[in-house]
């Protein structure tokens, strides 16, 4: 009895270190933003530890990061679907963890990207639902104020096909307004000054109000800063049309 423990216990160990040492070099490669190499070490972690809630998250990041790159709807379509899969399940283990409610917002959005109008309206209730969530479960954290932003400037800009489709779909839709939509922006930058796509989505928020001076400036801004995330790119260029449209 007592060798049978022995080897549990050291089985025990050994796997614990094999989950630490493939989340570590996972980590690695996140880091340098290449979200493909991360989910080779990632994926067989999560067969050590299905549970684990903020491995979940990582994955989930993972099929986000990785989409710039994909080539087709289709494929994009499928990378943010699974992604929004292992958010769900680390809001499902830890429910009061922001980074997972953040993270059921985010791939929402990207997943609407995507999609018609009636999917947009659809998910767009839940979208704020899981961003306010966010917000309050850590008000530090810049970009679930970003997410809650941009739920104010979608649907504050939204045409009135896409109104009248909410309020079929909802009987009413929840308030929206450019104004929240610029204060929720500004809180993020005030967080984390140093993220670009803050700068020029409040930029965007002003185009859309017709601020032409402001949007101008960040958009300027946002712009001239660094690429230090992988979708960096993909916002610039929604930058550059946003500012050749003034």
């Known amino acids: 009895m007592k060798v049978l423990l022995l080897l549990l216990f050291t089985a ?32 067989p972690a999560e067969k050590l530890a299905p549970t684990k809630a903020d491995l979940l998250i990582k994955i989930a990041r993972q099929y986000i990061a990785r989409m710039p790159k994909l080539t087709t709807i289709a494929e994009k379509l499928i990378s943010a679907q699974t992604a929004l899969t292992y958010a769900e399940r680390a809001v499902e283990k830890a429910p009061n ?13 990207r997943i609407i990207q995507l999609q018609g109008n009636r999917e947009k309206v659809a998910a767009s209730r839940l979208i704020k639902e899981s961003a306010e969530r966010a917000v309050k479960l850590d008000p530090r954290n810049d970009y679930a104020w970003h997410m809650l932003a941009r739920w104010h400037q979608g649907l504050a800009g939204a045409n009135s096909f896409m109104i009248g489709l909410a309020r079929i779909i909802y009987g ?28 020029i989505e409040l930029g965007r928020t002003y185009a859309q109000m017709g601020k032409k001076d402001e949007a101008r400036r960040l958009l300027i801004k946002g712009l001239a800063m660094p690429d230090t995330e992988i979708d960096d790119p993909e916002t610039k260029d929604r930058g550059r049309k946003a500012l050749a449209s003034l």
């Open 172 to 199: 009413d839709i929840p308030p929206a307004s450019n104004e929240d939509a610029t204060k929720y922006f500004s809180k993020a930058i005030e967080l984390r000054p140093d993220r670009l796509i803050h700068h």
């Open 97 to 109: 963890s922001c980074e997972a409610h953040l993270g059921v917002a985010l791939c929402l959005g």
């Open 12 to 43: 025990t160990i050994s796997c614990s270190q094999d989950l630490a040492l493939l989340i570590r070099q996972g980590d690695i490669h996140d880091l340098k933003c290449q979200a493909d190499e991360a989910l080779q070490y990632y994926l």
